[in-house]
């Protein structure tokens, strides 16, 4: 059984940050897990945010959030993260972390939501103009 936590959402005025975090319970080796961040705003559908293989050696990231956001991972905590800078107001939504044992090559497999096997519960990010 694989479980995601996500913490460190909030409200926060445009032009600030946050940093959020995915802890991982796992029987599995954390590191074994391709993570992503996905995010879904009300009445839209969930969109990739970023991506991240066992080594943090491939990063892809979404058009709109490439030079704001950051993801990194500390393999010997089982967490996952998100730095999030320059936050603007359509940056608000439900931030979801998710986990996927498959790996692949292709920058463009990180951004398919039905790729992924276990995702967390959310967490609300909301950036106030």
């Known amino acids: 059984q694989v479980q995601l936590v996500e913490s460190g959402g909030g409200l926060v005025q445009a032009g600030g940050s946050l940093r959020l975090s995915c802890a991982v319970s796992?029987?599995?080796?954390?590191?074994?897990?391709?993570m992503g961040w996905f995010r879904q705003a009300p009445g839209k559908k969930r969109e990739f945010v970023a991506g991240?293989?066992?080594?943090?050696?491939?990063?892809p990231y979404a058009d709109s959030v490439k030079g704001r956001f950051t993801i990194s991972r500390d393999n010997a905590k089982n967490t996952v993260y998100l730095q999030m800078d320059s936050l603007v107001p359509e940056d608000t939504a439900v931030y979801y972390c998710?986990?996927?044992?498959?790996?692949?090559?292709?920058?463009?497999?990180?951004?398919?939501?039905?790729?992924?096997?276990?995702w967390g519960q959310g967490t609300q990010v909301t950036v106030s103009s």
């Open positions: 998710t986990a996927t044992l498959k790996k692949t090559y292709s920058s463009r497999t990180y951004n398919d939501v039905s790729w992924y096997d276990y």
């Open positions: 796992s029987e599995r080796t954390f590191s074994r897990y391709t």
């Open positions: 991240t293989n066992w080594s943090a050696g491939s990063t």
